[in-house]
Nanobody, 122 residues
Framework: QVQLVESGGGLVQAGGSLRLSCAASGRIFSIYGMGWYRQAPGKQRELVATISDDDTATYADSVKGRFTISRDNAKNTVYLQMHSAKPEDTAVYYC????????????????WGQGTQVTVSS
């Protein structure tokens, strides 16, 4: 019923910028928390940033001051603006969303995007 589609990944030079987008579609009544995660080769998936429904944002220490997470509720979209990119940022980036699909039923589910590759060259 719900799908998250990511875009914006690609190749960027160290020190450059990149913006990732993730749009949710399908049966959506309300989106609560959203976030970005990443997984580098040979490493576990890690949290990058989260943003709540009241726009409270949190960041991993490794990206603080360089990345900004934001959301556009009218578009059901979450963004990750990356500045001062480092080679260590190279990973597959995944978006996540906590979604309620009905105004009647209370069930909420977490959904994941398919992932988008970000490569930062040195």
């Amino acid at each position: 019923q719900v799908q998250l589609v990511e875009s914006g990944g690609g190749l960027v030079q160290a020190g450059g910028s990149l913006r990732l987008s993730c749009a949710a579609s399908g049966r959506i009544f309300s989106i609560y928390g959203m976030g970005w995660y990443r997984q580098a080769p040979g490493k576990q998936r890690e949290l990058v940033a989260t943003i709540s429904d009241d726009d409270t944002a949190t960041y991993a220490d490794s990206v603080k001051g360089r990345f900004t997470i934001s959301r556009d509720n009218a578009k059901n979209t979450v963004y990750l603006q990356m500045h001062s990119a480092k080679p260590e940022d190279t990973a597959v980036y995944y978006c996540n969303a906590d979604i309620k699909s009905s105004s009647i039923w209370e069930q909420r589910n977490h959904y994941w995007g398919q992932g988008t590759q970000v490569t930062v060259s040195s």
